[in-house]
């Protein structure tokens, strides 16, 4: 789940509630208060509209062609849709441990049923990631209940188990809220159990930062081919590229020539 709000002081309901908005033509998920969850745009419901989705879709500057992608949280199933969307040869399995977010999903939000290509699983992201080791190549991690971030989802056991569950090359695409008081620790787990070969893009609209480790080397680290790759891969994906390579200076070591890692 995503905590995506320019505060946390929505008004709260029922931790276990499901709650669903509609305004100027973009459907919301909020889950135990009025913070965004999830957003679709009904006319276009593949399109990412928030802008901390379209960050985590980062790894693609470094694995371009996704395959076999494994999501721990569903909300209101943009990135799962998108994928499929845009990646006819992917296959995507979500993990969700709320059923009335995986009913909403369906119901309200336009998550297929029938995709043969898409699995829902109703379960613990934890155990499932630790029983299924090297199946995946991209690893989406979005872990927010009500008003935080998971603590089960961000423990260095989890991440090495994330890094485990990846094909060597994989790519771990983790949502953090840069506000959190823990955020500093969470990164740091990240980059000990991926040797550093870790690189943040904070999102268009602050608060929220991608995370993206790899199982191995960071594959591209110069700005002129991380560049190349992004203007290749703008048409098809629809995502600002560019810019986002522009970003990856702002919480990145980096020289005038690439990014140090």
């Given amino acids: 789940m995503a905590l995506f709000s320019g505060s946390r002081g929505g008004r709260t309901r029922g931790a276990d509630e499901v709650h669903v908005s509609e305004k100027a033509g973009i459907r919301y998920l909020h889950l135990g208060s009025d913070t965004v969850q999830s957003a679709m745009r009904i006319a276009a419901p593949h399109e990412l509209v928030l802008s901390y989705t379209r960050a985590m879709m980062g790894f693609l500057l470094f694995h371009p062609e996704p395959r076999h992608v494994l999501m721990i949280g569903l909300g209101g199933g943009s990135l799962a849709k998108y994928l499929l969307h845009t990646f006819p040869s992917a296959s995507v399995t979500v993990v969700e441990n709320h059923p009335r977010v995986i009913a909403a999903a369906h119901a309200q939000f336009m998550v297929p049923r029938d995709d043969p290509r898409l699995s829902v699983l109703l379960g613990d992201g934890v155990s499932h990631v630790r029983a299924y080791p090297g199946c995946c190549d991209v690893l989406m991690v979005d872990g927010f209940d009500a008003q935080s971030q998971v603590e089960a989802l961000a ?42 070969q870790v690189v943040c893009l904070p999102a268009e609209r602050k608060g929220n930062v991608a995370v993206f480790a790899v199982r191995g080397r960071v594959p591209v680290t110069r700005w002129d081919r991380l560049r190349e790759r992004a203007r290749a891969l703008e048409p098809a994906t629809g995502l600002e590229l560019l810019q986002f390579v522009g970003r990856l200076g702002e919480l990145n070591p980096h020289s005038e020539h690439r990014l140090l890692l």
């Fill in 155 to 196: 423990t260095e056991d989890f991440y090495d188990q994330c890094r485990l569950a990846l094909e060597p090359g994989g790519v771990l695409s983790v949502n953090l809220w840069s506000s959190d008081s823990r955020f500093d620790t969470f990164l740091q787990r990240i980059e000990r159990v991926f040797s550093g």
